[in-house]
C-alpha cells in the first residue's frame, strides 16, 4: 500500500501540470478552428495565430508599452508596501493615530479606483496620477494584514519580552514584526496583483487624454482603430505580467518562511 | 508552618489579586522562599497558582499585599528571575541558538560574550548540536529544554516554571524532571514549579505548597524530607508513595475547602 504511494503523488504532480496545459491547447484549437471555417474577420475576433503574428510584429511597440506598465506598477507596488506597512506600525504604536486615520484608508478602499482616477488626472501629472491610483489600490491590503499580524502577538512571547525588560523598539523589532510577517507577505501578494490593476485603470482612464504609452493605453488606443488583435497581444502580456507578479511574491513568500512558518512547509520527505 | 531559618529570597505578603471582572484569583496569600530550595506549588486548576508565579515575576500586579524581595536594594527584579511558560513559548522564526541569546541581547550584552552563555547553557540542556535548528524541527521534550536554557542562560537567581510539562508524555516528562533536578543542584538556583501532579511536586521539591481555589490561597504545606539527589530509586520507594499519599490527601481536602469558599 504504502509503496504504490510515491508513484501515485507523481502522476499526481504530473496531472496537475499537465491537464491545465491540454484544456489551454484544446481551447486555442478550437478557437483557431471556429475562426477560420467559420471565415470570422480579425478585426471581430482575431484567431490566436493572428494574434501570436501581432505579438511579434508590434513586439517593440508592445514591449515599451510594458515596461512602462511595469515601471508603474512596481513603483506602486513599493509605495502600497512602504505605505502600508508604515501605517500599521503607525497605528501599533498609537491608538491616537490609528483612530484618526483608520477609517480614510477605509474610505479609500471602498471607493472604486474607477472613479477616483478621472479626478486624479485632472489634479495630478498624468505619472503621477497613474502611481496614485496603483497606490490607493493595493496599498489597504498591506495594511490590513500587517495590523492583523502585528496584533497577533503570542501573548507569551509578549510577556517574556516584558520580563526582560524589552524597550517598545526591541519589542517592534524584534518580536512583533517577525511575527507580522507571514501576514504582511500575505498582503504583499495581494497588493501585488491590484497595483497592476491600479496602474491598469489609470491608464484606460487617461487613455483619452493620449499622452500615455502604457499597455492599457494601447487597448484603448487599438480598440479606437479597431485593432484588435493588438488589444488582444496586450491583453495577453497584462495577465503574463500579472502571473509573473503573483508567482515572483509568492516565491518571496517561500524563501522567507520556508524554515519556519507552517504556510510554506513542504510535507515530509 | 516550617520553621523559618534565613531570609526568604522573596515572599507574598498577604497578597491578593482581583481582575477588573471581578473575579477574585488570589486573597490574603503568604509565600516565603527561601534561597536555594526548591518549592512546588501544587493545587486543582483556578487556585491561582500561575496567578501567584506571574506577580512574583512581575508579570501581574497584585491588588493588595506586597512582594518583598531581600534584598531589596540593587538588582532589579528582571534581572533575578527565569521563567518558563506552560508552551515552549519559542520564537518560531528564530533557530535555538537565537532564541536562547534573546534574553542576552535585550541586556545589550555582547555577541562573543554571549555565544560564549549560550553554548554553555546548550551544553548543560543536553542539546550543544541544536543550536542552528528551528523549534519546529525539535520535539516537543527539546522544545522545553530551550525554553529552560532560554531562563537559565541570564544565571537568574530564580527559577519560575509554570507547568513546564504538563504537555510532555510520561517517560520525557520523567527525563526532565531529572535533568531540572540536576541542573538546579549544579546552579544552586532557587525554584518555584507549579504543578497539578502530586507526583511531579514530591519528586521534585523539598516543600509542597498546597493551595485551595476561590480565592485562591494558601492551604497547607507538606514538608518532603527526603535527601538529594533524588533518582530513580526514590520514585519507587515506599517513602516517596508516603509523600504522594500525604500530598493527595492534603490536596483533596484543600479542594474540598476552596468548593465551599
Redesign the interface.
Known sequence: MSAHRPDRDRREQALRVALPIIVLVLGLAIWELAVRLANIPPYVLPAPGRIAQTLVADWSLLAHSLLVTLATTFEGFVLAAAGGVGLAILFSQSRLIEYSLYPYAVILQVTPVVAIAPLLLIYLPQHLAVLACAWIVAFFPVLANTTLGLNSVDRNLADLFALYGASRGETLWRLKLPSALPYMLGGLRIAGGLSLIGAVVAEIAAGSAGAGSGLAYRIAESGYRLNIPRMFAALLLLSVAGIVIFYLLSLLNYLALRRWHESALTPEK | MAAISSTPLVALRNVGKTFPNGVAALAGLDLAVQPGEFVALLGPSGCGKSTAL?II???SEPTSGQVEWSPANGI?Q?NR?G?V???P?L????SVFNNIA??L???GMLPAKTAERVEAVLERVGLRQFGGA???ELSGGMRMRVSIARALV?EPQLLLLDEPFGALDEITRFKLNDDLLRMWQALRTTVVFVTHSVFESVYLSSRVVVMAARPGRVFREVAVDAPYPREESFRTSAEYAGFCRQASQTLAQAMAAGGQA
Open positions: 506571574r515575576a512581575g508579570l532589579q528582571q528571575i521563567f511558560f506552560q508552551e513559548t520564537m518560531p522564526w528564530a534573546l534574553p541581547k535585550l541586556k528551528f523549534p519546529r541570564t
